[in-house]
């Protein structure tokens, strides 16, 4: 089955700094590639996804970056701010939501 | 307001008791799902549906049961819990069309002793 991996587990960047976190897939027919936003004691949200045949989408300060080539893809947030401060959760699929594998998460600190 | 919901948000249990978690959606959506969370490990999907009487495995199904015999309901059934079960558990619906979002409920916290 499908393997996710997400690396780095913690990251801590400086207010309006940018942050990267990158996810690696293991089956190449996976076209589907959320990512979740998980504030503490809350429940997982959608900030953006993205499908194969785009090769980047950008929603305000939020990025995602798909290589198919090299099977991974990354989460860009620029201009960091406090209310960034969260766990990130990459996944992917084949088709749509019908199996989706979860990374094991970034908890990311933003720095005051 | 659109919603997923579950119940109950918290459950202390002891071993072998049987158990449901139940979920609920009012957005018509046609897949549910749900998942465990635990530290370290994100969040592993336990089984999903597609739509009514559909259902199917995810990663880490042993020792679940779900049934799907509503569109807007898909219970999750613990037969005989076992502490290894202890975890957060997340059920999740979405559209089969369009974005396809996943929504999740808020969560339930289950400890088994």
């Known amino acids: 089955g499908e393997n996710v991996e997400q690396h780095p587990s913690t990251l801590s960047v400086q207010e309006g700094d940018s942050a990267v976190i990158k996810c690696t897939y293991s089956d190449s027919a996976s076209n589907y590639f959320p990512w979740y936003k998980q504030e503490l004691g809350k429940r997982p949200q959608l900030i953006i996804d993205i499908r194969s045949n785009v090769g980047e989408k950008k929603d305000q300060r939020i990025a995602v970056t798909l290589n198919k080539t090299a099977k991974h893809f990354s989460l860009h947030i620029t201009e960091t701010q406090p209310e960034d401060s969260a766990v990130y959760f990459c996944a992917a699929s084949i088709g749509g939501n019908e199996k989706l594998t979860f990374g094991t998460g970034t908890r990311l600190t933003i720095i005051p | 307001e659109a919603q997923v919901t579950q119940n109950p948000r918290y459950l202390i249990t002891v071993t072998g008791k049987k158990l449901t978690v139940t979920c609920s959606q009012n957005m018509n959506h046609e897949y549910m799902s749900w998942y465990r969370q635990d530290p370290g490990l994100g969040l592993r999907q336990i089984y999903y549906?597609?739509?009514?009487?559909?259902?199917d495995k995810g990663d880490v199904p042993e020792g679940y049961k779900v049934s799907r015999k509503e569109k807007r309901n898909f219970p999750l059934i613990l037969e005989s819990p076992s502490p290894n079960q202890t975890s957060l558990y997340f059920c999740?619906?979405?559209?089969?069309?369009?974005?396809?979002?996943?929504?999740f409920g808020p969560g339930t916290r289950l400890t088994v002793t």
């Open positions: 549906s597609m739509n009514v009487e559909v259902t």
């Open positions: 999740a619906s979405s559209s089969l069309t369009g974005r396809r979002e996943q929504y």
